[in-house]
């Protein structure tokens, strides 16, 4: 009996001491991983580390061994739009601000906030969701670091980041809510434009039709209602910038849109064109079907590309397709509209396109090959 006690004693003492070195080693691990990370110049410590923020260094130039600090309660800039609406302009010139960073579209943002609608629109998803203990607040959570770590990593680091994926502020009102010092820029742009571009570059949108003008302007007025409705909500947080006047006065519209993110104003963003490809400044995509058109400093040249180009019954049921084109301030009749005069430099910057003063560079000329022999091979 007594040896039979001391037995059970000894495997006890066993397993306690199993128990302990597990926990201690553990432990041990946990802390040179930490110190690995904090002794990372640049590096990126995950949230549970910095009690729910990332750190890494400025891209500024000025001290590039000062940590900076990531978290949900960041100025995040949200830009969007219909897609051809001027997005990658606006991002381009921000882009250009040694302060800022937006980088490419991400893609994969309105993916998994359209994702999220759909979940909380489903009634019988979200009873589903709440019953397996995935509720409201850990969706949020979820989200916030999922999005939050897209931002932060597919670019370098800023005091000010950030993101251009257009159809994002399909979902404004539920970004302010998870990002609550989160700025949003909404481009609009006339939308017989917009359809136009699409068609006629033949940029593929998820459920627009590009052989039907009518499709397409009806598809833009229900995504463009979608959103303004939500900026106009959103009041102070929100800025809607029109596509026309942004071009026709670049500095004037500029210098209101830094002054509402709160960013010191900066020169740089009159002359994106010039930083395209350099350290620090604007970052292209070889895919993005806007790259060959913002390489351009800011002009008029497609201000009015549509005009002419789309058919008579539509242009005739044009108030009806799309009567989100009077609300936004744009004439449904007006062929061509008057969009207003356009400042000198805008003026010289035109006569500089015309002149093909701007080329494609390397890199996008090499794209430009690719596409061309993906569309001439037999599918």
Not at 171 to 200: N, Q, T
Not at 305 to 326: E, N, Q
Not at 327 to 354: C, E, I, M, S, W
């Amino acid at each position: 009996m007594i040896g039979k006690l001391k037995q059970n004693l000894l495997v006890a003492c066993l397993v306690i001491s199993s128990v302990t070195v597990f926990y201690l080693g553990r432990h041990a691990m946990d802390c040179h991983h930490r110190i690995e990370e904090r002794g990372q110049p640049g590096g990126i410590l995950p949230l549970s580390a910095l009690g729910g923020s990332m750190r890494t260094t400025l891209r500024t130039g000025q001290n590039l061994s000062t940590p900076f600090v990531y978290n949900k309660d960041m100025p995040l800039i949200f830009i969007g739009g219909v897609p051809r609406s001027g997005t990658t302009l606006m991002r381009a010139m921000l882009d250009a601000h040694p302060e800022v960073r937006c980088g490419e579209e991400t893609r994969v943002i309105p993916r998994i906030l359209a994702m999220k609608q759909m979940w909380s629109r489903s009634g019988r998803e979200k009873m589903r969701l709440d019953e397996a203990g995935v509720t409201d607040e850990v969706l949020d959570a979820a989200m916030q670091a999922f999005l939050l770590e897209i931002i932060v990593k597919h670019g370098e680091p800023a005091n000010f980041l950030c993101n251009k994926d257009p159809f994002a502020l399909k979902s404004l009102a539920y970004l302010a809510k998870i990002f609550p010092h989160a700025k949003f820029v909404l481009m609009i742009r006339d939308g017989r434009a917009s359809v136009h571009s699409m068609i006629s570059r033949k940029v593929t949108i998820a459920g627009f039709d590009l052989g039907s003008y009518r499709d397409c302007l009806t598809k833009w007025n229900r995504a463009i209602e979608t959103m303004y409705t939500q900026c106009l909500e959103a009041a102070d947080k929100c800025l809607p910038v029109h596509y026309e006047q942004l071009v026709l006065h670049p500095e004037k519209w500029m210098r209101t849109l830094l002054k509402f993110l709160d960013i010191p104003w900066n020169d740089a963003v009159l002359h994106h064109e010039e930083l395209i490809g350099k350290a620090g400044g604007v970052s292209l995509s070889k895919v993005e079907r806007s790259t060959d058109q913002v390489i351009k400093p800011v002009n008029v040249e497609a201000l009015s590309k549509w005009v002419g180009k789309i058919p008579a019954d539509v242009v005739r049921d044009m108030a009806v397709i799309a009567p989100m084109l009077s609300r936004l301030g744009y004439d449904p009749h007006a062929n061509p509209p008057n969009y207003g005069q356009p400042d000198a430099k805008v003026l010289d910057n035109t006569r500089r396109v015309f002149k093909g003063e701007f080329q494609l560079p390397d890199f996008l000329k090499e794209s430009q090959i690719q596409k061309s022999a993906e569309k001439s091979s037999p599918s």
